[in-house]
């Protein structure tokens, strides 16, 4: 009985750690205590991608927020590489995620986000037209990694 109630509070539970490194616009390394390194996947926003239009501006964004501060996070997921999926806080208490797509560098991840405040400020951000929207004809990271693959594909084939 006590292992259930207490599951919730392992699986959720809140770290710190001081960021040491920016790969993307949603990717980002923490130093924890004992100089353990760990690397975290953004929950709930997806950036541009190395290579794609404001792919850079986003990354920049990120660590404009977060290098070199300390972050608390709360792991909410792993997912298919292995990396922590984190909703990360900085300066008392701002959500990087938000603050991603309230600026337009990173779309809404709603398949895998029940925040619908989060799709109201990408709308938001659209309408403004500020970052990312700036183009309009930016296209979703996940259709851009789709697109990606599909060329590989097709090349392999040739």
């Given at each position: 009985?006590?292992?259930?109630?207490l599951f919730p509070l392992l699986v959720f539970s809140q770290t710190s750690g001081r960021v040491?490194?920016i790969s993307d616009g949603d990717t980002i390394t923490v130093l924890l205590e004992g100089n353990?390194?760990?690397?975290?996947?953004?929950?709930?926003?997806?950036?541009?991608?190395?290579?794609?239009?404001?792919?850079?501006?986003?990354?920049?964004?990120?660590?404009?927020?977060?290098?070199?501060?300390?972050?608390?996070?709360?792991?909410?997921?792993?997912?298919?590489?292995?990396?922590?999926?984190?909703?990360?806080?900085?300066?008392?208490?701002?959500?990087l995620s938000r603050e991603l797509i309230k600026k337009g560098f990173g779309w809404w991840y709603?398949?895998?986000?029940?925040?619908?405040?989060?799709?109201?400020?990408?709308?938001?951000?659209?309408?403004?037209?500020?970052?990312?929207?700036?183009?309009?004809?930016?296209?979703?990271?996940?259709?851009?990694?789709?697109?990606?693959?599909?060329?590989?594909?097709?090349?392999?084939?040739?």
């Open positions: 009985m006590i292992v259930c109630l040491i490194k353990q390194q760990k690397k975290l996947r953004l929950a709930e926003v997806d950036c541009p991608e190395k290579g794609q239009a404001f792919g850079k501006n986003a990354k920049q964004f990120t660590s404009d927020q977060v290098y070199g501060k300390t972050v608390n996070f709360i792991e909410t997921d792993k997912d298919r590489y292995g990396r922590s999926i984190a909703m990360v806080y900085y300066d008392n208490g701002k959500y709603f398949p895998f986000s029940k925040d619908t405040s989060l799709g109201k400020l990408q709308k938001n951000a659209q309408y403004r037209k500020v970052g990312l929207w700036h183009d309009v004809h930016a296209v979703a990271p996940w259709e851009y990694r789709k697109i990606k693959r599909e060329l590989r594909n097709k090349n392999r084939r040739l």
